[in-house]
């Protein structure tokens, strides 16, 4: 099995910054692709960024793309996010998530991590 545990949420004012963390545990040598994913009240989830475990290819949501920046050390099993100049419709959810070489999707998940964009 696998664990993913989120940290460093909080509240920020518009245009701060904050960098999420997600450690991965547990069976970590199959990962395919590490992603942050969002949701607000009442909105479906959005896949906001990606990369890739080996290469690091990223991909990134139009909505981030320019603000928002993933990383990930494979030594620690870690995947960031760094966001910068949030705004308060960036106010959500955040969820990382970890796609394994055997799927065809996202496959664990973590409990995610608060994150509040006052104005």
């Known amino acids: 099995q696998v664990q993913l545990v989120e940290s460093g949420g909080g509240l920020v004012q518009a245009g701060g910054s904050l960098r999420l963390t997600c450690a991965a545990s547990g069976r970590t040598f199959s990962i395919y692709a590490m992603g942050w994913f969002r949701q607000a009240p009442g909105k479906e989830r959005e896949s906001i960024a990606t990369?890739?475990?080996?290469?690091?290819?990223?991909y990134y949501a139009d909505s981030v793309k320019g603000r928002f920046t993933i990383s990930r050390d494979t030594a620690k099993n870690t995947v960031y996010l760094q966001m910068n100049s949030l705004k308060p419709e960036d106010t959500a959810l955040y969820y990382c998530?970890?796609?394994?070489?055997?799927?065809?999707?996202?496959?664990?998940w973590g409990q995610g991590t608060q994150v509040t964009v006052s104005s």
């Open positions: 990369i890739t475990w080996s290469y690091g290819s990223t």
């Open positions: 998530a970890m796609r394994t070489v055997v799927a065809s999707t996202y496959n664990y």
